[in-house]
């Protein structure tokens, strides 16, 4: 288990192949089992290892806003099922932040993660949150200083027709209008 910064807010993350440890995930952030777990890729490229039958908008919005603030929910490829609550999607966000991006290059490209905090508590900004939060759970913790924001990614969900918003966050309702309108 190991927590670094991204572009929103820290995150904690493991190997998202590896069942035992986002069960673990689960337990430490006291998740609900039914709320599927994200995955941080190093680049497009690296979205091969986690989902399939990519929308032509994914493309679009990816060569646009990525890296950033956006998480797109696409149909999910060989996950385990503890990633995924079950279902057949999964959201994919690549970070902006040089440290997280480093790290998922050495780590393969692909981390299941999400916010280094307990569940319905305020997301850690700093590495000295999560210690004082998380730290006894996490194996790992690397220091990029405070991130820039408590505002999450937001959320577009590209499985449905016309795609929707699940989650407001860094990128905006203009940002993503262009991309949308395409549907209408």
Same mark, same amino acid.
């Given at each position: 288990?190991?927590?670094?910064?991204?572009?929103?807010?820290?995150?904690?993350?493991?190997?998202?192949?590896?069942?035992?440890?986002?069960?673990?995930?689960?337990?430490?952030?006291?998740?609900?089992?039914?709320?599927?777990?994200?995955?941080?890729?190093?680049?497009?490229?690296?979205?091969?290892?986690?989902?399939?039958?990519?929308?032509?908008?994914?493309?679009?919005?990816?060569?646009?806003?990525?890296?950033?603030?956006?998480?797109?929910?696409?149909?999910?490829?060989?996950?385990?099922?503890?990633?995924?609550?079950?279902?057949?999607?999964?959201?994919?966000?690549?970070?902006?932040?040089?440290?997280?991006?480093?790290?998922?290059?050495?780590?393969?490209?692909? *981390? &299941?993660? =999400?916010?280094?905090?307990? !569940?319905?508590? $305020? #997301?850690?900004?700093?590495?000295?949150?999560?210690? /004082?939060?998380?730290?006894?759970?996490?194996?790992?913790?690397?220091?990029?200083?405070?991130?820039?924001?408590? *505002? &999450?990614? =937001?959320?577009?969900?590209? !499985?449905?027709? $016309? #795609?929707?918003?699940?989650?407001?966050?860094?990128? /905006?309702?203009?940002?993503?209008?262009?991309?949308?309108?395409?549907?209408?």
């Amino acid at each position: 288990m190991v927590a670094f910064p991204t572009d929103t807010v820290y995150g904690i993350g493991v190997d998202p192949f590896q069942p035992e440890a986002v069960r673990k995930l689960y337990q430490i952030k006291g998740r609900p089992i039914d709320k599927p777990i994200p995955i941080l890729v190093g680049s497009v490229d690296d979205i091969e290892r986690v989902a399939q039958n990519l929308p032509p908008i994914f493309s679009q919005l990816a060569a646009q806003l990525w890296p950033g603030e956006l998480t797109l929910i696409v149909e999910a490829k060989a996950l385990p099922s503890e990633v995924t609550a079950g279902g057949d999607t999964v959201g994919v966000r690549m970070p902006d932040h040089p440290l997280t991006l480093a790290l998922l290059q050495r780590f393969g490209g692909a *981390i &299941a993660t =999400t916010s280094a905090n307990k !569940s319905d508590e $305020p #997301p850690a900004t700093s590495a000295e949150e999560v210690r /004082s939060e998380l730290g006894e759970f996490v194996n790992v913790i690397l220091d990029g200083g405070q991130t820039a924001t408590r *505002i &999450a990614s =937001t959320v577009l969900d590209l !499985s449905v027709s $016309p #795609p929707q918003i699940r989650r407001h966050g860094g990128i /905006s309702m203009d940002q993503l209008a262009p991309f949308i309108r395409q549907f209408h």
